[in-house]
């Protein structure tokens, strides 16, 4: 009798364990949820999407370590549209159609992203941009979100800065595409509200390698400073035309150029340069209690650790949209409208680009505190006294 009983304990102990196998592999044996990526990866603006994409894999191979999404384990699926408009439509495109992913990181840069706008809403698919310009999230549109900090705070901080240095006249320079002429729309808009006055307007296109015919008629007018609003290359030639040119003025650059990127081709033209950045670029110096340092800390540790490169806030961008995105699944199953309801609910998640408090009305989320102002001195970032 013992020894049959001996037998029925062995047997339920091996339904068991089938049956908890059964349940473990039956947990994982849900569908993973497909997520898009479009950056740009290679070509002039390989700087914002190469960490880009690096950062969003690095996100996702952190949250699947911690068990997916509700069972669904995440799966990035990435295309480069090399910075071309065109590009990224055929990309998201082929995500929609052909990969049927459940939402979009990316792209990288204004154009490509307000390129692909009006077909993320029309499809109704959640879009994470990555890019600066305010008109991507204002005016507000359903499906449309993004990380980085907005043109509109940027340029609040570098004109609060200049009220301290009491500088009221300036001359512009800003490149002409959709990043640019939202720079200039912004810098145009609340320069009454510091008591500033620009008293010259300039643009160079975002391949042109010499802007000393701009920078002579800026010159002309007499500024007290000069504010160069654009991404790479050109904001370095423009550094490297003032030193030729020998115009003493402060220089100040938009947040486009705060990566190491940008140190590299302007080499010591970029000395005394003034921008608002992320803190990413002085996580090292921020005070032991901002919300954000062990967030930075974190990523700068893992990406450098992972990658053999240094980080720059770009990356963050798209690291911080996958953080967002993983706190908006859970509960959603995967349904793209129950995703962007769950986006706009997104408060207090602090990330490495700020604390994001997505609403209906906002769907960047990003508050003052998300920009820090700098100076390069001896070629590193120095963090400035607010």
Same mark, same amino acid.
């Given at each position: 009798?013992?020894?049959?009983?001996?037998?029925?304990?062995?047997?339920?102990?091996?339904?068991?364990?089938?049956?908890?196998?059964?349940? +473990?592999?039956?947990?994982?044996?849900?569908?993973?949820?497909?997520?898009?990526?479009?950056?740009?990866? #290679?070509?002039?603006?390989?700087?914002?999407?190469?960490?880009?994409?690096?950062?969003?894999?690095?996100?996702?191979?952190?949250?699947?370590?911690?068990?997916?999404?509700?069972?669904?384990?995440?799966?990035?699926?990435?295309?480069?549209?090399?910075?071309?408009? #065109?590009?990224?439509?055929?990309?998201?495109?082929? $995500?929609?159609?052909?990969?049927?992913?459940?939402?979009?990181?990316?792209?990288?840069?204004?154009?490509?992203?307000?390129?692909?706008?009006?077909?993320?809403?029309?499809?109704?698919?959640?879009?994470?941009?990555?890019?600066?310009?305010?008109?991507?999230?204002?005016?507000?549109?359903?499906?449309?979100?993004?990380?980085?900090?907005?043109?509109?705070?940027?340029?609040? *901080?570098?004109?609060? +800065?200049?009220?301290?240095?009491?500088?009221?006249?300036?001359?512009?320079?800003?490149?002409?595409?959709? /990043?640019?002429?939202?720079?200039?729309?912004?810098?145009?808009?609340?320069?009454?509200?510091? @008591?500033?006055?620009?008293?010259?307007?300039?643009? /160079?296109? *975002?391949?042109?390698?010499?802007?000393?015919?701009?920078? #002579?008629?800026?010159?002309?007018?007499?500024? &007290?400073?000069?504010?160069?609003?654009?991404?790479?290359?050109?904001?370095?030639?423009?550094?490297?035309?003032?030193?030729?040119?020998?115009?003493?003025?402060?220089?100040? &650059?938009?947040?486009?150029?705060?990566?190491?990127?940008?140190?590299?081709?302007?080499?010591?033209?970029?000395?005394?340069?003034?921008?608002? #950045?992320?803190?990413?670029?002085?996580?090292?110096?921020?005070?032991?209690?901002?919300?954000?340092?062990?967030? $930075?800390? +974190?990523?700068?540790?893992?990406?450098?650790?992972?990658?053999?490169?240094?980080?720059?806030?770009?990356? @963050?961008?798209?690291?911080?949209?996958?953080?967002?995105?993983?706190?908006?699944?859970?509960?959603?199953?995967?349904?793209?409208?129950?995703?962007?309801?769950?986006?706009? !609910?997104?408060?207090?998640?602090?990330?490495?680009?700020?604390? /994001?408090?997505?609403?209906?009305?906002? +769907?960047?989320?990003?508050?003052?505190?998300?920009?820090?102002?700098?100076?390069?001195? !001896?070629?590193?970032?120095?963090?400035?006294?607010?």
């Amino acid at each position: 009798m013992r020894q049959t009983e001996s037998r029925w304990m062995v047997t339920l102990v091996l339904c068991a364990a089938v049956m908890l196998g059964m349940a +473990h592999s039956h947990a994982w044996a849900k569908e993973p949820y497909r997520i898009g990526g479009v950056f740009s990866i #290679t070509g002039a603006s390989s700087f914002l999407g190469d960490p880009e994409k690096k950062s969003m894999e690095m996100a996702i191979e952190e949250i699947n370590a911690r068990g997916g999404i509700d069972g669904h384990l995440l799966e990035a699926v990435i295309y480069d549209d090399e910075g071309d408009p #065109t590009k990224a439509v055929l990309n998201a495109t082929k $995500l929609i159609s052909k990969d049927n992913v459940i939402a979009i990181i990316g792209p990288s840069l204004t154009p490509t992203t307000l390129a692909i706008v009006p077909m993320v809403e029309k499809e109704k698919i959640p879009l994470i941009s990555c890019a600066a310009g305010i008109k991507i999230t204002e005016p507000v549109k359903p499906f449309v979100f993004k990380t980085a900090q907005s043109d509109v705070l940027a340029v609040n *901080a570098i004109y609060s +800065h200049m009220k301290k240095g009491k500088l009221q006249k300036i001359g512009i320079i800003t490149v002409a595409n959709a /990043f640019g002429e939202s720079g200039q729309e912004q810098l145009n808009a609340q320069a009454a509200k510091y @008591g500033i006055e620009i008293v010259q307007s300039e643009s /160079f296109g *975002a391949k042109d390698t010499d802007m000393t015919a701009q920078l #002579t008629k800026l010159r002309s007018a007499n500024p &007290q400073a000069i504010v160069c609003w654009g991404t790479n290359p050109g904001p370095a030639v423009i550094s490297k035309n003032i030193q030729q040119m020998n115009m003493k003025m402060p220089l100040y &650059q938009s947040h486009g150029v705060a990566s190491p990127k940008f140190l590299e081709l302007a080499g010591d033209a970029a000395e005394g340069t003034y921008l608002p #950045t992320g803190k990413i670029l002085v996580t090292g110096q921020l005070a032991e209690g901002d919300p954000q340092k062990p967030v $930075l800390q +974190h990523y700068v540790q893992e990406f450098e650790k992972k990658y053999q490169m240094p980080v720059s806030g770009f990356g @963050g961008y798209a690291y911080d949209a996958v953080h967002i995105l993983a706190k908006a699944l859970p509960g959603t199953e995967g349904n793209k409208e129950k995703i962007r309801d769950s986006l706009e !609910k997104v408060r207090g998640l602090v990330g490495v680009t700020g604390t /994001f408090n997505f609403s209906p009305t906002d +769907h960047n989320g990003l508050g003052e505190d998300a920009f820090v102002m700098v100076q390069i001195q !001896k070629g590193n970032w120095k963090l400035l006294e607010k």
